[in-house]
């Protein structure tokens, strides 16, 4: 393979073309927000057309070789450049993609239309992840004609709804996507000012647990006592799922310690607005309830709303859990223990039936090597000389182990442009301007120094 001789973008020309490209940079930003593309079942899959679209259109600007794709689900957009000769090719991955705004009430400006207040700008998708595909567009806007590497933008149009088609397209598109380096701009910074690799990420299986007493509902004085209601039924059963502690009592789920950073209580309970008095449940260190161990949540139950509820026994009830699995488990094997504990633990001989929703794997990354440390030195420059730190997340990125599994020898990079506060998923997500700027100035720099690491 020849060697490469184009000269490399110095940090000080870098800087100077990320920071003459970020008010276009933010003004597309703004112009991606605008666009409700929400891809669960019931909304006008039309935006996420159009979100697509747009994707291209700032991928074609770049002048980089454009498609929109899509495999029986939502449309992705692939943006290919050919490295120059003996240099990698870098994969960036995000997702156009939003959540669905829940209660407008709750929000305090139109979700679809950014506004800065306070240094943040706030609207659906600011921060997840149209940040990070804007991300990727200024560090190929800084490099223009120079860029150091090939890339490949795959921008997917699901995620939110489970990247459903997203193993599919891989497949699909394998040998034009390969890649020797993978970006994926879908995680969090561990702090404002304190930059982060995330390395590790827990699973997930969701699923719909149904309890069953009665064949119809019947009149609460004339039968009850004797005959248990479908509702209270439910709720004995799902406070199976927890110790005492709060710890998961679900026998043959794996959990472990092993985080290597603290997270302060107090930040939690702000970050996730806990009520004053609420006590944390589980045992061990924060970091490892949140990240290394396996955790379970009731979503939702189906049953008489309060108000319309008459004086009779509810015959059947059903709720929704998502388990989070620690790294290591198997999808397959927890779901199964999950069902498992569900049906040992039915009270009074009530029918309970399980139903699969849908799940992912947990994944670790070992986050050692030249790509790694070309990664920490991109980041230790863009914010003046933090030390990046390597953390866990407790969310889920399933396709991440579909990328290990599909590129066993590209370096993985999960990197993100979420701080704390942005709230993603919830109202008034939000972007942290500032943190923005020096995730675009990282993301640049680190393209830079992947072609040198690759000449070394």
């Given at each position: 393979?020849?060697v490469?001789t184009t000269?490399i973008?110095?940090e000080s020309e870098?800087?100077?073309a990320?920071?003459?490209?970020l ?5 597309d930003?703004e112009r991606l ?7 669960f079942?019931?909304?006008d ?8 679209e747009?994707?291209?259109?700032l ?7 454009v498609?929109i ?5 939502q449309p992705?957009v692939?943006?290919k450049k050919a490295?120059p000769p003996?240099a ?18 709750l929000w305090?400006?139109?979700?679809f ?7 943040r700008?706030y609207?659906?998708?600011a921060?997840?992840?149209k940040a ?9 806007r800084a490099y223009?004609?120079?860029?150091p590497v ?8 699901e ?8 193993e ?7 040998d034009e ?18 930059p982060a690799l995330?390395?590790?990420l827990?699973?997930i299986?969701n ?9 119809q509902?019947?009149h609460s004085?004339?039968f009850?006592g004797?005959v248990p ?6 709720v ?5 799922l927890?110790t005492d502690?709060?710890?998961v009592a679900?026998?043959g789920?794996?959990?472990h ?7 302060p209580?107090d930040?939690?309970?702000a970050e996730?607005?806990?009520v004053e008095?609420v006590e ?5 260190r924060l970091t490892?309830r949140?990240?290394?161990k396996?955790a379970l949540s009731?979503l ?5 709303a309060t ?5 009779a026994?509810?015959?059947?009830a059903?709720a929704?859990l998502s388990?989070r699995?620690a790294?290591g488990?198997?999808?397959?094997r927890a ?6 504990h569900?049906?040992?633990h039915?009270p009074w001989?009530?029918q309970?039936?399980v139903?699969f929703e ?12 030249p ?7 991109a ?13 866990g997340?407790g969310?889920?990125i ?12 590209a370096?993985i990079?999960v990197?993100?442009v979420?701080d704390p ?5 919830g109202?008034?997500e939000?972007l942290h301007?500032g943190e923005?700027?020096?995730v675009?100035?990282a993301e640049?720099?680190?393209?830079g120094?992947?072609?040198?690491a690759?000449?070394?």
């Open positions: 393979m020849p490469m000269p973008m110095s870098v800087r100077a990320v920071e003459r490209e008010p276009g940079v933010r003004a930003l927000v605008r666009i409700p593309g929400i891809a079942d019931g909304f899959h039309s935006h996420v057309e159009r979100s697509a747009a994707v291209a259109e991928l074609r600007g770049c002048g980089l070789d498609k794709a899509r495999s029986g689900g992705a692939i943006g490295a003996g990698p090719t870098v994969l960036l991955y995000a997702h156009h993609d939003v959540q669905p705004v829940g209660d407008l009430s305090e400006s139109d979700p239309e950014p506004v800065e207040r306070d240094g700008l609207g659906r998708g921060a997840d992840d990070g595909i804007m991300a990727h567009v200024a560090a190929l223009g004609d120079r860029l090939g890339v490949v933008l795959f921008i997917e149009g995620e939110e709804y489970g990247s459903d088609s997203l599919r397209l891989l497949e699909e598109h394998r996507i390969a890649s020797d380096v993978i970006v994926i701009a879908d995680s969090g910074n561990w702090d404002v000012g304190v995330t390395t590790s827990r699973g299986v699923c719909f647990v149904e309890v069953r007493t009665l064949g509902a019947v004085g004339m009850g004797p209601d479908a509702l209270t039924t439910l004995r059963l799902l406070a199976t927890h502690a709060g710890d679900v026998e789920l794996v959990g310690e092993g985080a290597t950073v603290d997270y209580e930040r939690i309970r996730a607005g806990v008095g944390f449940i589980g045992t061990g490892d949140l990240w290394t396996p009731v939702g139950i189906d049953a008489p108000g319309e509820a008459p004086n026994l509810v015959p059947s059903k929704k388990v699995l790294p488990d198997d999808r397959k779901y199964e223990a999950v069902r498992t569900l049906e040992k039915a001989g009530a309970v039936t139903t849908h799940d992912g794997d947990p994944c670790v990354i070992d986050a050692t090597g790509m790694f440390d070309a990664a920490r030195s980041f230790r420059e863009a914010w003046d000389g933090t030390d990046p730190v390597d953390i997340v969310g889920s399933p396709f991440i182990a579909t990328f290990q599994e599909m590129f066993p020898q370096a990079l990197t993100g979420e506060h942005a709230r993603a998923h109202p008034n939000s301007l923005f700027a020096r675009c100035l640049a720099l680190l393209l120094k992947v072609a040198e690759a000449r070394s």
